[in-house]
């Protein structure tokens, strides 16, 4: 493993993606067991696409968490999608952790919402009555984190969760992580909380795999902190640390 800091993030550097996930599960583990040592239960929001199946493989058979201490919240949705479109973020994250471990509770974004603000709103105050207290998220290739896409990023955002059209580096992102078979398939908008919302999370998990992440990667780690890469803001947390394989870190 190699590390470095920047700002105030962590980074840390593995050869592989599994290596990567474990080390991520172990230390999110870590962090469980410490705040569940003075509270009863605690919040987590995790984020759902492909980058995260290994740290969340590794979570979800880790038989040592007590995950009936843990209510369960995820970052984003799609608008639009039949309620079993195995693309749905709540399904993808039902099949690689929901429904794997024994949650306290799980508290989905409604994908067949007919009425986004609505359900924004309702979401958004399911999470103010649960504050935060880890995400575990990823990086797209556009620099966002959840749905927060350049044009829609908002460092002040005044909001909790919001509907957001969707730019054509994500969408295209769906694709060439094989979510969808072309770019007119992929949903123009979605659900998505806010980037002071996942930055008002105690303890940030960033797991950033593949070579499709490394331009992200490096403009996350170099450029200004503003919402041209929505990832710069990792940076100003007091605890967010970034785990990267030998891909995702290749152009630092």
Known sequence: MKTLKKDLLSVNIYDTRIEMGEAAAKDIKACILSLLKTKDTINMIFAAA???????????????????????FHMDEYIGL?????????????EHIFGLADFKSVSYIDITATDAECECERYAE????????????????????????PPVADFNDKKVVKPVELDEIC???????????????VPKTAITLT???????????????????????????????????PATILRRH???VLYLDGDSSSLL
């Open 50 to 72: 492909p980058s995260q199946n290994e740290v969340l493989y590794a979570l979800a058979t880790d038989k040592e968490i007590p995950w009936n201490r843990v209510n369960a």
């Open 238 to 240: 007091k605890s967010a």
């Open 82 to 94: 039949s309620a079993d479109a195995p693309q749905g973020f709540g399904n993808f994250l039902r």
């Open 171 to 185: 969408r295209n992102q769906q694709v060439n992580d094989g979510c969808f078979a072309k770019l007119d398939d």
């Open 195 to 229: 980037v002071p919302t996942l930055f008002a999370g105690d303890h940030l998990f960033c797991i950033v795999p593949a070579r499709t992440k490394a331009v992200a990667v490096r403009a996350t780690l170099c450029n200004d902190i503003n919402e041209k890469c």
């Open 126 to 149: 399911l999470l103010s009555k649960n504050p935060t207290d880890i995400v575990v998220m990823g990086i797209g290739e556009n620099g966002h984190i959840a749905f927060n896409d």
